[in-house]
């Protein structure tokens, strides 16, 4: 009986450590995340060749896609992501709020060439509701290599991201 007291307690400390760190590891990663793909700017989307040991934005990256990043915090407004669609490949729009969840996903068999998408805390006049106002927005297009990236990269980088 001597032995029940401290079990107890260990197998609660063990219970709040484990639902700790279930609950604050999404945080953290993404946390560490926007920090480091937001040094390029908070609502502004950045746009990245092909990814190299020296130059990856994205931890293990696809070796086949541009990525391009918006970094989002809609503390001071709703913020309007606009992309362009390169034609005949593949083509992706994914929107991860603050706690890692995807809260929204959309690709080329849905749009033909070009898709606008506005981000606001609350939803208001059909934007996107993101929990937590903060983010990272990801467009990935494949490419096959630097010389197919150099015949799509004029109409990529005309995708933005930037504050309604």
């Given at each position: 009986?001597?032995?029940?007291?401290?079990?107890?307690?260990?197998?609660?400390?063990?219970?709040?450590?484990?639902?700790?760190?279930?609950?604050?590891?999404?945080?953290?990663?993404?946390?560490?995340?926007?920090?480091?793909?937001?040094?390029?700017?908070?609502?502004v989307m950045r746009h990245q060749g092909l990814p190299t040991a020296e130059n990856?934005?994205?931890?293990?990256?696809?070796?086949?896609?541009?990525?391009?990043?918006?970094?989002?915090?809609?503390?001071?407004?709703?913020?309007?992501?606009?992309?362009?669609?390169?034609?005949?490949?593949?083509?992706?729009?994914?929107?991860?709020?603050?706690?890692?969840?995807?809260?929204?996903?959309?690709?080329?068999?849905a749009v033909s060439d070009r898709y606008a998408l506005t981000l606001s805390r609350?939803?208001?006049?059909?934007?996107?509701?993101?929990?937590?106002?903060?983010?990272?927005?990801?467009?990935?297009?494949?490419?096959?290599?630097?010389?197919?990236?150099?015949?799509?990269?004029?109409?990529?980088?005309?995708?933005?991201?930037?504050?309604?």
């Amino acid at each position: 009986m001597r032995w029940l007291g401290p079990t107890l307690l260990a197998a609660l400390v063990a219970v709040v450590t484990y639902v700790g760190a279930l609950w604050a590891t999404p945080h953290v990663i993404m946390a560490k995340a926007m920090e480091k793909l937001g040094t390029g700017g908070i609502n502004v989307m950045r746009h990245q060749g092909l990814p190299t040991a020296e130059n990856r934005w994205i931890v293990r990256p696809s070796p086949d896609l541009a990525y391009s990043i918006c970094v989002f915090d809609l503390s001071m407004g709703p913020v309007k992501i606009d992309a362009f669609v390169p034609p005949r490949r593949y083509w992706s729009l994914s929107v991860f709020d603050a706690n890692t969840d995807n809260i929204f996903s959309i690709n080329d068999r849905a749009v033909s060439d070009r898709y606008a998408l506005t981000l606001s805390r609350d939803g208001a006049g059909g934007s996107l509701a993101v929990p937590g106002g903060k983010g990272i927005a990801l467009i990935r297009i494949l490419v096959t290599d630097a010389q197919d990236l150099a015949s799509i990269d004029g109409l990529r980088r005309r995708s933005t991201c930037a504050p309604a």
